[in-house]
């Protein structure tokens, strides 16, 4: 069946500039997270939802990041007034659960580049 | 508070020679643990969990995972290394304790398998 797809693949923005990362869950999964990953970084926990509970956005960096998840499918990270700093790979993973005893799945993620 | 540590940034073995890639964790609580290999310019994938149960733990592509509670370690291991294993393995934990539902992750290990 299809994965997790995101769009696009890669992004190039000039400083300042407002960006919309998409991301496609597998169809059925319950839980959706955000993450990001720098060069030669690990993964950075951003954003975390889970079916009609309110999400869990302890791990966004500043107020100029949001993410929406609409009728509990697609979800779309914002981030408003990019800065160089934000230049990274945004990752979206799906769950079927919210339980942390199942795997997440990993889309392929959106490079950004803010020039 | 929760952590992993990927004691090594790069594991380097020769083709048919036994792998190790290390991770210990902390947490309250008894853990959830997870190994996920990113392979260049790929998403990535799911190898093996530790839920509850048999502490060792098999997994895709051949890999196998120990769970060692009095060690909170959980390595990955592999009896014979191919080419095509190399990659970067990441290390995931949470708790089963309390309502943090986020996987705190390590920073990586590049594993590198020569021919």
């Given amino acids: 069946g299809a994965g997790v797809s995101q769009s696009p693949s890669n992004k190039v923005t000039e400083k300042g500039k407002d960006v919309e990362l998409r991301c496609d869950p597998i169809s059925g999964h319950t839980a959706l997270y955000w993450y990001r990953q720098s060069l030669g970084q690990g993964l950075e926990f951003l954003i975390y939802f ?33 800065q160089q700093e934000d230049s990274a790979v ?17 889309g392929p993620g959106t490079r950004l580049t803010v020039t | 508070a929760q952590s992993v540590a990927q004691p090594e940034d790069q594991v380097n073995v020769a083709e048919g020679n036994p792998l190790t890639v290390k991770c210990t964790y902390s947490v309250s609580g008894n853990p959830y643990l997870f190994w996920y290999v990113q392979y260049p310019n790929r998403g990535l994938q799911f190898l ?32 014979s290394a191919l080419v095509s294993d190399s990659a970067l393995y990441f290390c995931a934990v949470r708790s089963n304790a309390g309502n943090n539902r986020k996987l705190i992750w390590g920073l990586g290990t590049s594993l590198a398998v020569n021919p």
Wanted: charged share 20%; net charge positive.
């Fill in chain 1, 50 to 82: 889970q079916g009609n509970s309110a999400p869990d956005k302890s791990g966004l960096p500043s107020d100029r990041f949001s993410a929406e998840r609409t009728g509990g499918s697609v979800s779309t990270l914002t981030i408003q007034r990019t």
């Fill in chain 1, 90 to 106: 945004y990752l979206c993973a799906s769950s079927s659960s919210g339980t942390e005893t199942y795997e997440q799945y990993f």
């Fill in chain 2, 48 to 79: 093996l969990k530790y839920i509850t149960g048999d502490n060792l733990v098999k997994g895709s592509y051949g890999f196998e995972a120990e769970f060692n509670k009095s060690q909170t370690s959980f390595h990955l291991k592999k009896p």
